[in-house]
């Protein structure tokens, strides 16, 4: 008989509550060894000269991942987490420790897709198990349907909402009482030779990221399971803000004009099963609005963004998008760094630079006006914008920001592009001009 020995690689999967990966792998193998990767890429800079992942990204993840360690550790389990090349650390772990199986959650992104296809052409004689659990339709199971998805959310949504409102929810408990072995990686296994790090704690990662809050961020993000479990608790049941969730989404500041999940979604903290799961508990137990359903419209948008994604690929960073269409490719390096700096002298979207750069976050609505104004008004090149949002928010997933750029400028989901008028957008969503006053009054301290 053949003692399965397998890997947990963890990716955006940074949870033990619902986690179908941990499930599968505990009930299949015979020993396992869980990690993450930091890879050497995050710490890369862009072609753009900033960094790929700032400083609130990366203490986001620290975070997640030292909740993840905690709560593993409650599971008689251990996390490995390593820094360096990817292929090099799995490389190493099936060969030092025989591993037969390796169990992981399914990215269909470029770099992500390009990895797990390397892994598998390398080691033959492993057993590569892939799940699906960070969206509602299984990319898998939806993959011979994508080639012909609909390019507008609209005819997507005529087709495929009753499924996504319909599908299965059940979410999976932690498995406290497994019988499976822990292969235990020890220190002294990882030589002077090899180019990478085991890390026994995140103290001197942290040490090196500067975040501090500004005393103008009327929400903090906390990364971790724990503390975005709390969030869904306190949105929906404590708070029960879900109630006015349609009338307050495109507010621009506070606590609870959003749900704010999509921090702790984008590294699987949190799964979209388990949201879908207590919205609809709450529309059965408390209050079923157009508020509640819209949140569930929100998520549903996520969903068709990842598999448009699937359809396209790596066309979707071409300049000219999938269907080639014509769009501005200048690049002004004063009039980028004004548009990063809120020093256009165009106060709504100075305001809303300047609280992104200071709190690596930034509300749907004045993602939708910046994004909208440096394409269409300034006409630079929309992927630099995307890469910079893709640097700095602390909830970036890569499908929902680079498509919701793409389709702003016109290029993909959309049969125009998407130009909005900053002044009446500031006279809609602050009449009073109360966020612009608490971002630029004191723009001295940015």
Request: glycine share 4%; hydrophobic share 35%; aromatic share 14%.
């Amino acid at each position: 008989m053949v003692i399965k020995k397998s890997l947990i690689w963890f990716r955006k999967n940074l949870r033990v509550f619902d986690n179908l990966v941990l499930r599968e792998s505990i009930a299949n193998s015979d020993t396992i060894l869980p990690f993450y990767v930091l890879d050497n890429k995050i710490y890369a800079d862009t072609i753009y000269g900033f960094k790929r992942q700032s400083d609130f990204r990366l203490n986001f993840l620290y975070q997640s991942l030292e909740n993840l360690k905690h709560n593993l550790e409650l599971m008689n389990l251990s996390l490995n987490i390593f820094s360096g090349d990817s292929f090099e650390i799995i490389s190493f772990l099936v060969n030092k420790y025989d591993i037969t199986d390796i169990y992981y959650e399914k990215d269909i992104a470029y770099e992500e897709r390009r990895l797990e296809k390397k892994l598998k052409t390398s080691f033959l004689n492993v057993k590569f198990h892939k799940y699906n659990s960070n969206h509602i339709f299984k990319y898998d199971l939806m993959k011979s349907k994508v080639k012909r998805l609909q390019d507008t959310f609209t005819r997507f949504r005529r087709t495929y909402e009753q499924d996504f409102l319909e599908a299965d929810k059940e979410c999976i408990n932690i498995n406290f009482e497994h019988s499976t072995k822990l292969i235990k990686l020890k220190s002294e296994d990882i030589n002077l030779d090899l180019t990478f790090n085991l890390h026994t704690n995140l103290e001197s990662l942290k040490s090196q990221t500067h975040v501090i809050s500004d005393t103008r961020a009327t929400f903090l993000y906390e990364g971790g399971e724990d503390i975005g479990l709390d969030r869904i608790k306190n949105y929906i049941w404590n708070q029960k803000s879900i109630k006015r969730y349609k009338r307050t989404r495109n507010g621009l500041m506070g606590r609870n004009f959003s749900s704010r999940f999509s921090a702790w979604l984008s590294l699987g903290c949190i799964s979209v099963n388990h949201i879908m799961h207590e919205i609809e508990k709450f529309e059965n137990e408390e209050l079923k609005n157009d508020s509640t359903y819209w949140l569930k419209f929100e998520l549903l948008w996520r969903e068709y963004f990842h598999l448009l994604y699937g359809k396209y690929k790596s066309k979707l960073f071409f300049l000219k998008g999938p269907h080639e269409r014509e769009v501005e490719h200048n690049l002004d390096e004063e009039i980028c760094q004004a548009w990063i700096s809120g020093k256009l002298g165009v106060p709504f979207i100075d305001a809303n630079m300047i609280s992104l750069k200071q709190t690596g976050y930034l509300s749907n609505r004045g993602r939708q006006n910046v994004v909208s104004y440096f394409v269409h008004d300034l006409k630079q090149d929309w992927r630099f914008a995307a890469s910079y949002l893709e640097s700095v928010l602390v909830d970036y997933d890569v499908y929902s920001n680079w498509l919701n750029c793409a389709y702003i400028t016109g290029l993909v989901a959309t049969e125009k592009a998407h130009v909005f008028d900053v002044n009446s957008q500031a006279e809609h969503y602050d009449s009073k001009g109360q966020f612009v006053k608490h971002w630029l009054e004191n723009s001295d301290l940015s």
